[in-house]
RNA sequence: GCCUGGUUAGUCUAGUUUGGUUAGGAUAAUAGGUUGUGGCCCUGUUGACACGGAUUCAAAUUCCGUACCAGGCCCCA
């Protein structure tokens, strides 16, 4: 019994399960698609070097890395990014720019489970490769809320934290940082810890305390506007934030996000209530491909994992009740030729069509109907069948009529 | 890698304080009954103490270890 478990972190997904699973699925996919992004995918296995490359040996140890049998160092894709990487400059050269390319790839971490975070997961990311335009970034950040929107989410339910690197290494500069990398982890921190915990360490940390103690104090539109008289550069930050949706955007110094790739424009999305993980994270990072070895091409993009999103859902009673469209044909009596002459017109016209296979009684058949979530039976009868007609019920509202079984050929 | 708390049928749960007869219930599943029409009702069937060890005359109950789950730390893509 206990073997038979799933391995730790990884779900099975029952029909019920899987039914929304794919509900967030078909949103991501479709919501991408209404926006002019064009769908790809890439291997669940690859070398490990092309994740080591960018992150260091030490990666490994959260990856699902092994050999083999030819003794190459391979892994499970902990993420997608570095595959975009290696499309782009292996086939970029023959595609049009700009990409507008989206994936929903399993992705794996050999990482403790806890809330919001899985061994294997599902993880949409959407991507614009090859536009200098900050349009590309405010095109992603529109496509990453109206995705969310989608869902039913509203922005009082989501607020999307908006910053710009560049003008945090500018602050560095100017704050008289000398430890940037421990300024960037106390800024990664400051959601997580106090705030006079988040105090102490600007004082320690920077030599302009009372100008960064300030400026940490300051919200959105007033910040801009002060950080503009100050001398500092946040003419894309203002676009950005024009641009987008004003109702979710805030800006915000602390949101800096862990990888080095990002070079600009980064960007992570919250529930409102701060009750889970961040939903969505992104930015532009316009040297991965040059680190990989292409060309230097201006990128921007998002990642989305569903274990989060599947909790906010479940939290704002989002996910649909497991309901199918498809009809059930119930028979009584000896109608199994009319019954299958029946299907078969359905199928045709793409009803998706389940018919009773058994000598349950109508009673039975109904239940079965239930259990499945169909909401429309068709009964075929042998009485009905005299008069010509069949007996068409609604199970949600229980309401029924009949209908000439002429009008089903 | 570390910390805390859990684990009783498919699911939810009583029982663990104080070891003691056949582990009780609900729900689901399944078969049937009733009604030419589902959710109600009635009957039958199936089904559990996570795994291993220790203590004991006796362990679901106490102790140790392991696995897994939940939450957290670290890390975060």
């Known amino acids: 019994m206990t073997n038979l478990q799933p391995y730790i972190g990884t779900r099975d997904f029952l029909p019920s399960d899987w039914d929304k699973e794919l509900f967030i699925a078909n949103k991501w996919r479709s919501s991408s698609k209404m926006m002019g992004f ?6 669940t296995i690859e070398e490990v070097s092309l994740f080591t490359r960018k992150s260091g040996e030490e990666i490994k140890s959260q990856l699902f890395y092994f050999k083999d049998r030819g003794d190459r160092e391979v892994c499970l894709r902990p993420e ?3 595959q975009l990487a290696r499309f782009v400059i292996m086939y970029g050269k023959g595609l049009k720019k700009p990409l507008k390319w989206f994936s929903i790839p399993r992705c794996f971490r050999y990482e403790r489970p806890q809330k919001g975070r899985l061994r294997e997961f599902f993880q949409y990311n959407a991507d614009i490769i090859g536009e200098v335009s900050v349009l590309a970034t405010v095109e992603i950040l ?3 809320i109206s995705t969310l929107e989608s869902f039913g989410l509203k922005s009082n339910d989501i607020v999307v934290r908006v910053n710009s690197r560049v003008l945090i ?3 560095v500069k100017r704050f ?3 430890d940037k990398s421990a300024f960037y982890l106390l800024l990664d921190k400051k959601l997580k810890i106090t705030p006079k915990e988040f105090d102490d360490g600007l004082r320690n940390l920077v030599k ?3 100008l960064a103690k300030r400026l940490f104090s300051l919200t959105d539109k007033e ?3 002060e950080l503009d008289s100050l001398g500092f550069d946040v003419s894309r930050l203002k676009t950005v934030v024009e641009l987008c949706n004003p109702e979710y955007l805030e800006v915000d110094l602390s949101i800096v996000r862990g990888l080095d790739y990002y070079t600009d424009i980064v960007f992570e999305a919250y529930d409102r209530g701060g009750k889970f993980r961040a939903i ?3 930015g532009e990072y316009n040297n991965l491909v040059s680190d990989f070895g292409g060309e230097k091409t201006p990128a921007v993009g998002f990642a989305e994992g569903d274990a989060v999103l599947f909790e906010v859902l479940k939290d704002k009673k989002l996910l649909p009740d497991y309901l199918n469209n498809s009809v059930f044909i119930a028979t009584v009596g000896n109608v199994m030729t009319e019954a299958l002459k029946l299907r078969n017109f359905l199928l045709k016209k793409g009803v998706s069509c389940d018919i009773n296979m058994s000598e349950r009684n109508l009673s039975k058949q109904f239940e079965y109907a239930e259990n499945r979530g169909i909401h429309k039976v068709y009964i075929i009868g042998e009485k009905d069948l005299e008069k010509d007609t069949i007996t068409v019920k609604d199970l949600v509202s229980g309401k029924e009529e009949k209908v000439k079984l002429s009008k089903f050929s």
């Open 169 to 171: 290494d500018s602050f």
């Open 142 to 144: 529109n496509l990453a």
């Open 280 to 282: 969505f994270g992104g």
């Open 176 to 178: 008289g940082v000398e």
């Open 223 to 225: 910040l801009i506007v």
């Open 208 to 210: 302009e305390y009372d």
């Open 38 to 43: 064009e769908e790809y995918d890439a291997p």
């Open 80 to 82: 997608l990014t570095p």
